[in-house]
């Protein structure tokens, strides 16, 4: 069984930054790709952004050059830091890992609201 436990989240003004981490755990060897998704009320979820098990990143071009992820394969810990947020960045935080190719562990969400 695996367990995603996220952190990070809050309140912050327009131009601010937040970290958000989430810590996996369970019985697994090794962790292929780890990611973000976010979702709004009446939304579908979306991509944020995704980091190989070699550390190949990618993002959806509405976060390039603000936001930034990483991992840390020691501690099974993927990281979001989010620089110059706007109020659409408001949302709910999710993060997800693939152990076997194509299916996704999820986190509980996490907060993130952006005040203007």
């Known amino acids: 069984q695996v367990q995603l436990v996220e952190s990070g989240g809050g309140s912050v003004q327009s131009g601010g930054s937040l970290r958000l981490s989430c810590a996996a755990s369970g019985s697994f060897l090794m962790i292929r790709s780890m990611g973000w998704h976010r979702q709004t009320p009446g939304k579908q979820r979306e991509w944020v952004a995704a980091i190989t098990s070699g550390g190949t990143t990618n993002y959806a071009d509405f976060v390039k050059g603000r936001f930034t992820i990483s991992r840390d394969n020691t501690k099974n810990t993927v990281y979001l830091q989010m620089n110059s947020l706007k109020p659409e960045d408001t949302a709910v935080y999710y993060c997800?890992?693939?152990?076997?190719?194509?299916?996704?562990?999820w986190g509980q969400g996490t907060q993130v609201t952006v005040s203007s």
């Open positions: 997800n890992i693939q152990i076997v190719l194509g299916v996704n562990h």
